[in-house]
Structures are given as structure tokens and as C-alpha cells.
């Protein structure tokens, strides 16, 4: 029992990160219709800026704080996010305005390629740290009720708390501020929004910077859990399952779904992985969310609006 | 002024319906094939057809294969690569456990795995479309990278996991020098063209491009989904099966899942999208486009004498090569193929302005 408690926790913690990572897809589908391949690039490529700025910013500035340090990283990167969606938007999204949707992915597709060269050119390719203090050492709770006590990794239920944070304050921003309303006036019709004079333009550079904020934390989150490297931007594929299963449109679903194939993976890797001789994570999200879909084709929230075939 | 097609008159339904209806195509394409076959084996350099003309070929078949179900019918798949890879398991496979079995029947037995791989993998196609089914692709591709890495049957219980042919022979004509390699792939890839082209040109085809353009409306004037669906993408997993078969066996000779990653997925599906949708010439312009550019643009800086380390070589070609992308979406979202059917339209009537 405790041991099975222990995977669960593992489960939803790790889903709790793919939920951060689906969080900026299902943003920017929301907001203009674009499945962006290219959120796994962006990952990577806050991590990189995160990480080296965290580095420089001292030695250019000759002191020695590492909150300080992390803060102004944190503020360099995020700047450097915003510039690139507006220039995303600039160069690319503008120009592609009512193309179809495949026109789109494949745009994203070259975006993410574009990325992952420019991060490495620009932040080199080795394997950079994040220390945010992230507590490193796994915790013990629950020590009375099962013999051992269940054995818990802080730094998973910190970035699961700010992951959740992060979740409540997307809803809030979208809920409840003017400019969130904007977003999802232009996320239901974009011809609508703009004949109400939303400036659609600056509504993509808002989302794809959000997307951007999304990218940036959890990049910090992974890259201080697995280090800053090239196989960062693969966590995106990770993510990808989640936001079908979710539903492309809803974040209610992103993290709902991220804890399902978060749990989902862990308990099947345990419990079923010595039938196929071991390995199966990488596909059993797939297959899930893929058994999932045959039933329920637009993921658990998304909106019905793909016609049925 | 020489590309007119005054004069040629079409006295037969034959004559009507031939796939180069103009004369001056009929000729540009023999002499292309000429050129193919003749000039180039005896003209071509060992390194040109290692590096460029025998990927090109083989790359260009999957293209045209994925073009089928994309392009045709409108079913997007990142599971390519799968499909290769199972085709090319399946023929190694066949070839090392059956005694005597040729070449070509590895081959086609290749395709006809990857056939029936493809159409279980497209049943979902039935329910979902759009990105849905493009991520649903995914778990093709997934699990069958998964399959030939853990399943050592699958790789003849070989312990580095990587598998290997060697020998091979058509016809008792050994393909071992690299231009009877394309000189196969050539053929290989000449009668399925050939093939395909004429399968868009039948009922089948029209049935894929009307599910393509609205499935609903197609529904209502009697062509069936599932039936449509479901050849187009055993029509189009053959191909790429066989694709995959002559990539393993002629081109790389020894290989490993990684051979048929997503990369490979992606890397197609931009040849489809780059080179033209529904378009058989496209998937060549594609294939070109995204084989060639990174051996140029690898040249670039040794030819310019601009000192960069091979990993800083590596981010700036990724970098151009999805800018490049990119850019050509932008200039032209329909692909090389539309830019080469907007030139020869151009080409009729000039120099004259109307």
C-alpha cells in the first residue's frame, strides 16, 4: 500500500510538470488557433537563457547573491521571451493569417527548429545547471500510518505547488482581467473580436509571451530537476498526449490530463511493464490518450467543435 | 515561345486523358529520365550518389507515399517513420528467416506489413481528424520505436540491437556498387510514381480527394469514409513501407530504430508541406529541397573559409533551415509544386502579355 501510495504521489507530481508544459500549448491554441510545435523549443530555450544569465549577470555586474542573480536571470529571460513572441508574431504568425491549420504547424515546426540552433548558438550547447534552491533532499510524511512512512521528493512537490500557483493565477489573469477577456473573445472568433476593435496582433503577442512565461517556468522547474540540455525541448513530446487527452482548448483539462498520464505512466511502468519487458512509458501515454480518443474525440473538456467523422 | 501547345489536337479519349498532355512535357520528362539512367550513372560521382541522389530517391518515395494520405486525402500523420521502420523490419525479417527469398519479395512483403500496421493505425482516423489525428499518429510512432529497441525478435535476437543485409542481389544482378544501388532505387521509385500518379487519376483517388476536400459532402453522394480512409492509408503505408525497406537495405545497409525516428517523421512531412499537397511532382521538389539544403548549407562555411566549430555549424544550419522554412511558407503555403505550375503557366504565354 505504501509503496503503491508512493507511485501515485510520483505519478502526480510528474503530471503536475506535464501539465505546466501542456499549459502553453493549450494558451496559445486558445488564443489563435495554432498547435505550436515549437513549445518544447521554447522550453529549452528559457531554460538556456536562465541558466547562462544566471551566470553572467554576476560576473558582469561583480557581485554575489544568488537570489539576486536569479531574480534579474529570471527578468532577462522573460524579456527575451516577450521579444520573441513579438517578433514571432512580427515575422511569422502575421504573415501566415488564414492559412490552414497543417500551414500553421509546420510554421511552428521551422519555428522550433529556428530555436533550437538559435539557443545553442547563442547559450552553447554544453549541460548548464538551474540552482533556484530548490530543496534537494526527499521527505518522509505520513510516518505514523504506514511502517517507513511514504517517501517524498520536496523538489517534485515544490515545482507541483508552483505549478499549481501558476495554473490559478493563468485562471485568474483569464477570468478576470480586461485583457484576458480580450483573449477569449479572440479565442471563440477571431472576426468577432476584431470587429469589436481587439487589436488581434497584440493579443498574439500577449498569448505567445503568457506561452512564453509558461515555457520559462517550466523550463527553470525541469532544467533544476534534469539539468539544461538539448533534450529538454523532447519534453514537449511528453506533453503532447496530455493536451489531447485534456482537450486542445481547455486548461482545466491540461492539468487534468497531465495528472492522469502522469499517474497513468508510473503505475503502468510498475505494475504492467515487466509483461512488455519494461520501457513502456514512452508510449503508453500515446496509446491512452490515443484508446481515450476513439471515444471521446474532443479529450475530456475540449469544446465539441471538431466534427464528428 | 517554344512551351505552346497550339496545334496539338486531342482526337482520342486516350490522347484526352494522358497524364503529359502537352507534347513539349512529354519530351521534357523523356529526357529527364534519360538523363536519369544514361548520362548519370556513367557521370556521377561515388560521393554524389552516397550523399545526394540515393537518399533524394528514397526520400522522395516516402514523400510521395505520406503525399497519398496527406495531400490526397487529407489525413495528417507525424507516424512516417513508423511505417518505414516497419516496413524495413518486416523485409529484413522475411528475408532472414525464409530461405531463398528474393530481394524484391522481402520488399513488397515489407510493404504489405507496414500496409496492415497502417490501416490499424488509421482506424482512428475513423473518429478524429485534423491535429487530434496528427498527435494520434504519435503513438505509431512511438510504439514501434519502442517495439524494434525491446523486442528482440524483432531484430533476429542480435545483441547491439542494430541489424544488417548484406549481399543483396535482383534478378541475380548484385546491388552492391553504388550506382546499381540507384539504379534500383531509380526503378523502385520510376514505377511507383508511375503507380501513384495513375491511383489519383482512378475512382479510388477522386474518392480520396473529395473526403479531402469536404468529408461530409463526399458522404452525401455516396463515396464511403471508411472505405476511403482506410485504402488511402494502406495505399500510402505500402509506399512508405517499401520506402523504408529500400532506405534500411540500399541505403544504410546496417541500422537501428533511430534510423526511423520522429525526426524522420517531421523531416517528410516537410517535404510534403514544402514540396506541394496532392501534387506527385511536389513530393520531388520536396525531397530536393530538404536533402540538398543542408549538404549546401554545409559547404557554406568551408567554402567562404569562415573558421566555426562543427556543433556551431550545426545550430546555424538548423537555424537557417527553419528559417528557410519558414519563409517558404509564407512565400508559397502551397508548396514548390504550385511556384513550378504558376512558372509554366507563365511560360505558355510568353512573351506575349496575354
Known amino acids: 500500500m505504501g509503496f503503491f501510495l508512493e ?4 505519478g502526480l507530481m510528474a503530471g503536475m510538470l506535464y501539465s505546466l508544459i501542456a499549459l502553453g500549448f493549450v494558451l496559445i491554441y486558445k488564443a489563435s488557433g495554432v498547435f505550436n ?3 518544447g523549443a521554447m522550453v529549452l530555450f528559457a531554460a538556456l537563457a ?6 553572467w549577470i554576476p560576473k558582469w555586474l561583480g557581485f554575489d547573491n544568488l537570489i539576486v542573480a536569479n531574480l534579474l536571470a529570471f527578468v532577462v529571460a522573460m524579456a527575451l521571451m516577450v521579444v520573441l513572441a513579438w517578433v514571432i508574431e512580427r515575422l511569422c504568425l502575421s504573415r501566415l493569417v488564414n492559412q490552414e491549420g497543417i500551414t500553421l504547424l509546420m510554421a511552428t515546426l521551422g519555428i522550433s527548429y529556428f530555436l533550437d540552433g538559435l539557443g545553442q548558438t ?3 550547447n554544453d549541460i548548464y545547471s538551474i540552482n533556484v534552491g530548490m530543496p534537494k533532499e526527499p521527505a518522509m510524511i505520513l510516518e505514523g500510518m504506514f511502517e517507513g512512512g511514504l517517501l517524498i521528493s520536496k523538489e517534485d512537490l515544490v515545482a507541483a505547488l508552483i505549478a499549481a500557483a501558476l495554473v490559478l493565477a493563468l485562471a485568474l489573469f483569464f477570468q478576470k482581467t480586461s485583457t484576458g477577456r480580450a483573449l477569449r473573445a479572440v479565442a471563440d472568433d477571431h472576426q468577432a473580436a476584431q470587429s469589436i476593435g481587439i487589436p488581434l496582433n497584440r493579443i498574439w503577442v500577449i498569448v505567445w509571451s503568457v506561452a512564453g512565461f509558461a515555457a520559462l517556468v517550466a523550463g527553470i522547474i525541469w532544467g533544476s530537476k534534469l539539468g539544461v540540455q538539448f533534450s529538454l525541448s523532447l ?4 506533453a503532447l498526449p496530455v493536451v489531447i487527452l485534456g482537450g486542445l482548448t481547455s486548461v482545466p483539462g491540461a492539468i487534468l490530463g497531465g495528472l492522469i498520464i502522469g499517474v497513468g505512466e508510473k503505475l503502468s511502468e510498475i505494475y504492467l511493464g515487466s509483461f512488455f519487458g519494461g520501457g513502456i512509458e514512452i508510449w503508453f501515454a500515446y496509446v491512452l490518450a490515443l484508446g481515450f480518443l476513439l471515444v471521446r474525440p474532443q479529450g475530456l473538456f475540449g469544446e465539441k467543435i471538431i466534427d464528428r467523422v | 515561345m517554344l512551351y505552346r501547345e497550339n496545334g496539338q489536337f486531342k482526337t482520342s479519349y486516350a490522347a484526352d486523358q494522358q497524364i503529359f498532355p502537352i507534347a513539349q512535357d512529354r519530351l521534357a520528362i523523356g529526357l529527364l529520365l534519360l538523363v536519369a539512367f544514361v548520362v548519370m550513372p556513367m557521370a556521377g560521382s561515388e560521393y554524389l550518389f552516397r550523399a545526394v541522389l540515393i537518399p533524394f530517391l528514397i526520400l522522395a518515395l516516402a514523400a510521395l507515399g505520406l503525399n497519398i494520405l496527406v495531400g490526397y486525402c487529407g489525413q495528417i500523420s507525424l507516424g512516417t517513420g513508423a511505417f518505414m521502420a516497419v516496413g524495413a523490419y518486416a523485409a ?9 527469398m528474393p530481394l524484391i519479395g522481402a520488399m513488397l512483403l515489407g510493404g504489405l506489413t507496414a500496409t496492415v500496421v497502417g490501416v490499424l493505425f488509421g482506424v482512428p482516423s475513423l473518429r478524429i481528424k485534423g491535429l487530434y489525428l496528427a498527435v494520434a499518429t504519435l503513438a505509431a510512432q512511438f510504439f514501434t520505436d519502442w517495439a524494434f529497441l525491446r523486442i528482440s525478435w524483432f531484430t533476429n535476437n542480435s545483441t547491439s540491437g542494430s541489424v544488417s543485409v548484406a549481399g543483396l542481389n535482383v534478378f541475380g544482378m548484385p546491388i552492391e556498387s553504388p550506382v546499381a544501388k540507384y539504379l534500383f532505387c531509380l526503378t523502385v521509385v520510376c514505377v511507383f510514381a508511375l503507380a501513384a500518379k495513375n491511383l489519383t487519376r482512378t475512382a479510388t483517388g477522386r474518392q480520396w480527394m473529395a473526403i479531402r476536400d469536404m468529408d461530409v459532402a463526399a458522404a452525401v453522394i455516396g463515396i464511403r469514409p471508411v472505405y476511403a480512409k482506410l485504402t488511402a492509408f494502406a495505399v500510402s503505408s505500402f509506399i512508405v513501407g517499401v520506402a523504408g525497406v529500400l532506405w534500411a537495405f540500399v541505403h544504410l545497409g546496417a541500422w537501428e530504430p533511430a534510423a526511423f525516428s520522429i525526426d524522420r517523421s517531421f523531416q517528410l512531412l516537410f517535404m510534403v508541406i514544402i514540396g506541394g499537397l496532392g501534387s506527385i511532382m511536389g513530393a520531388f521538389f520536396g525531397a530536393a529541397f530538404i536533402v540538398v539544403l543542408p549538404i549546401i548549407l554545409d559547404q557554406v ?14 545550430h546555424l544550419v538548423h537555424m537557417i533551415f527553419g528559417a528557410l522554412i519558414v519563409f517558404f511558407l509564407i512565400v508559397e503555403p502551397h508548396g514548390l509544386a504550385k511556384l513550378w505550375s504558376i512558372g509554366k503557366q507563365k511560360l505558355r504565354l510568353w512573351p506575349f502579355p496575354h
Open chain 2, 92 to 100: 529484413y525479417n522475411f528475408l532472414v528467416r525464409i530461405d531463398g
Open chain 1, 37 to 39: 510545435f515549437a513549445q
Open chain 2, 301 to 314: 562555411p568551408h567554402l567562404l573559409g569562415i573558421p566555426l566549430s562543427t556543433a556551431t555549424t550545426s
Open chain 1, 122 to 124: 547563442l547559450f552553447g
Open chain 1, 50 to 55: 536562465m541558466a547562462r544569465f544566471a551566470e
Open chain 1, 235 to 238: 519534453v514537449a513530446l511528453k
Open chain 1, 7 to 10: 507511485t501515485l504521489f510520483g
